[in-house]
Nanobody
Framework: QVQFVESGGGLVQPGGSLRLSCAAS????????MGWYRQAPGKQRELVAKITSGGSTTYVDSVKGRFTISRDNGKNTVYLQMKSLKPEDTAVYYC????????????????WGQGTQVTVSS
C-alpha cells in the first residue's frame, strides 16, 4: 500500500502565500504523475496542477501565474507553491498520484491523500 503525508495548509490572508507538500511512501517502484486537486463546499473536485515524472506540468487556468508545482522524484514528494492567494482558492486540497507502480504488483493504480484545508480570508 501507499501512504501519504500532506502538510502546509492553513489560514492565510488574501494576497498571501502557502506551500503544500505531499510525500508518498511505501513499496513504490515508480509514479507517473503527481498533482493536487481541490474541492470547495458545494463544488466538484477539480484539478489544480499536476506534474509528470518527466517534468511536464498542467495547471487549471485560474491558478496560472500564481501557483507552481514541483516534484522530487527521489523522495516521491510533490510541492505546490501558492502565491497571491484569493478567497476563491479556499478549498480542501488533495494530493493525487497517478500510475503508481508498487513492488510486487503488475498493475499501476491511482491514490489519493487525505486532504488539507486551505482557507483564504481576511
Amino acid at each position: 500500500q501507499v501512504q501519504f503525508v500532506e502538510s502546509g495548509g492553513g489560514l492565510v490572508q488574501p494576497g498571501g502565500s502557502l506551500r503544500l507538500s505531499c510525500a508518498a511512501s511505501g513499496r513504490i517502484f515508480s509514479i507517473y504523475a503527481m498533482g493536487w486537486y481541490r474541492q470547495a463546499p458545494g463544488k466538484q473536485r477539480e484539478l489544480v496542477a499536476k506534474i509528470t515524472s518527466g517534468g511536464s506540468t498542467t495547471y487549471v487556468d485560474s491558478v496560472k501565474g500564481r501557483f507552481t508545482i514541483s516534484r522530487d522524484n527521489g523522495k516521491n514528494t510533490v510541492y505546490l507553491q501558492m502565491k497571491s492567494l484569493k478567497p476563491e482558492d479556499t478549498a480542501v486540497y488533495y494530493c493525487n498520484t497517478e500510475g503508481v507502480r508498487v513492488v510486487g504488483s503488475s498493475q499501476p493504480r491511482d491514490y489519493w491523500g487525505q486532504g488539507t484545508q486551505v482557507t483564504v480570508s481576511s
